[in-house]
């Protein structure tokens, strides 16, 4: 299925072509013509030649329209992928700090639960960049930010102290990488 914007750049690029077959043609029977039909010919041409340069523009403008389209809908289906992940660092940051509330964990878990929940609102409620980097970088940022949630309920569930001091560290870690990538995108 084709979008406007395609379909006009689809009219305009055939427009293009049939106008340069027109000329060739026109100026491969030039020899063949007398001076007087050489100069209508001639000033034929020049009228065909402002006609394609219009329909040329045309075509750079719709292939734009298409290239912003797309992005566009890029953007969209970003924008809704990271507000779903967003939801788990908000959660998980959520419980923690409700653990913590009521003493089932030490406070030293503020020092992730906080990032986390931060991180896990700037993905989901910050405004979605204009540039396709942009959008990639907050896709990284909500792939990371879950991977993080979901390193440090795991963390909070596993009760072996060697096991969870290795799934604190890792969710630090992703939970520093979601922030670099929040950092990086707004600049």
């Not at 219009?54 to 990271?82: D, F, M, S, W, Y």
């Not at 503020?110 to 959008?135: E, F, K, N, S």
């Not at 990639?136 to 909070?156: F, K, M, V």
């Amino acid at each position: 299925m084709t979008t406007p914007a395609q379909h006009k750049r689809d009219q305009a690029t055939a427009r293009v072509g049939r106008l340069q077959e027109d000329m060739r043609a026109r100026l491969a029977a030039l020899p063949e013509l007398d001076d007087a039909g050489r100069t209508r010919a001639l000033d034929s041409l020049v009228d065909t030649a402002e006609d394609l340069l219009r329909t040329e523009h045309e075509v750079e403008t719709a292939k734009e329209q298409v290239r912003a389209a797309k992005l566009e809908e890029h953007r969209a289906g970003t924008q809704r992928l990271a507000l779903y992940l967003a939801a788990v660092p908000v959660a998980v940051g959520m419980i923690a700090g409700a653990l913590m509330l009521f003493g089932g964990i030490g406070p030293v878990w503020v020092l992730l639960a906080v990032p986390l929940v931060v991180a896990g609102l700037r993905i989901a409620l910050g405004p979605l960049g204009p540039t396709p980097l942009r959008v990639d970088r907050r896709l990284r940022a909500a792939w990371s930010g879950a991977l993080g949630a979901g390193l440090t309920a795991a963390a909070l569930i596993v009760l072996a102290s060697t096991a969870q001091v290795v799934l604190v560290v890792l969710a630090a870690l992703a939970t520093a990488v979601t922030v670099l990538f929040l950092v990086q995108e707004v600049r």
